[in-house]
């Protein structure tokens, strides 16, 4: 008798099979250790602007990135790897990230530029507080500017430090941070933070963000660290940011936000989704820092976990009718 697979079984099966598709936000860093995070943002239609890192007494800086975020309204995209520009007087050069859903005369893209050696001359062996950076620009069509500085103290808890930088993908981005010991977000001192960098949004462009198949916001975006024109529409949850409220209004969303909520106690994982549905903004950075060892990686935009179950039923009542099929 030959036996014919039932055609719901038949989609699990695919499903199970499918090859993931690539990313757009790839992890860039994934640190462990007695580590600190500072970031900030800035923008503005003079080509220059003080970025700020907040670091304390006796710290030492293990990385530093600047990232500069660029738009062009012409059919051919901005030549990142062409632009320079000064960060703390000292020349700098950027490595292209990709380009955020290209289209007829719309690209946008982002930089990263390695400052780790600028950044701990000024902070190494410094007074501990905020220390200012002055950043300029070569083109008119970069937006502004992001900074990243991971520090050390022995003072600090071990912490995980990721880094996700490139840009928006049309279906969304997924990242994950996962840990070797359950996380208990009730514990003294407990702390899961993230900071996304977005540019050219402003005038209600917005994007979502889902942490363990919770929406936290519909309203990432806006120019918060630049002004609402064409060359200055930049955001970055920074040190000195408030903590954005659950499901914040378009002006109150600060980029900066607290995943503590979202995570259960005894959880080993941390799932974030980031989707842009107007297609018209780029997230080019997310910045995590959790208590705990961990590692942070990304991957194909995953189902929402009622989606998960669903699927997962139907596929366990597929398998159920083939075996009756097989006993009869």
Not at 17 to 37: K, R, Y
Not at 82 to 107: I, R
Not at 173 to 199: C, E, K
Not at 311 to 318: D, H, Q, Y
Request: charged share 10%; glycine share 12%.
């Amino acid at each position: 008798m030959r036996l014919r697979l039932v055609a719901p079984l038949a989609v699990c099966v695919a499903l199970a099979l499918a090859s993931p598709a690539a990313a757009s936000l790839t992890t860039f860093q994934s640190m462990t250790g007695n580590l600190g995070v500072s970031t900030d943002g800035c923008g503005s239609l003079a080509q220059t602007c003080t970025l700020t890192a907040n670091v304390p007494a006796g710290a030492t800086v293990v990385a530093a990135y600047l990232y500069t975020a660029t738009f062009t309204l012409s059919s051919v995209p901005t030549n990142v790897a062409g632009l320079g520009g000064t960060f703390g007087g000292n020349a700098v050069s950027y490595t292209a990230l990709g380009l955020s859903s290209p289209q007829a005369n719309f690209f946008l893209q982002a930089g990263r530029s390695d400052v780790t050696a600028t950044a701990a001359a000024a902070i190494d062996g410094g007074p501990g507080g905020t220390y200012n950076f002055t950043v300029t620009e070569t083109d008119a069509n970069q937006d502004g500017e992001g900074l990243v500085v991971v520090y050390s103290l022995g003072s600090l808890p071990v912490s995980t430090v990721g880094i996700l930088d490139g840009f928006s993908a049309t279906t969304g981005d997924s990242a994950s941070i996962n840990f070797s010991s359950p996380l208990d977000p009730t514990q003294s001192g407990f702390f899961a933070d993230m900071f996304v960098g977005d540019s050219f949004s402003c005038c209600s462009q917005t994007s979502r963000i889902t942490v363990n198949g919770t929406v936290i916001t519909e309203n990432a975006g806006n120019a918060d660290d630049g002004s609402v024109a064409n060359g200055a529409l930049i955001t970055v949850g920074g040190w000195d940011d408030p903590v954005s409220p659950f499901l914040p209004s378009y002006a109150d969303d600060h980029e900066r936000y607290s995943l503590i909520p979202q995570i259960p106690n005894g959880s080993t994982s941390i799932l974030i989704q980031t989707l842009n549905p107007s297609n018209d903004d780029n997230i080019f950075l997310e910045v995590f820092h959790v208590l705990g060892e961990g590692t942070v990686s990304t991957g194909p935009q995953a189902p929402e976990p009622a989606t998960l179950t669903l699927v997962g039923l139907g596929c366990l009542g597929a398998a159920r009718k083939l075996r009756r099929r097989l006993a009869a």
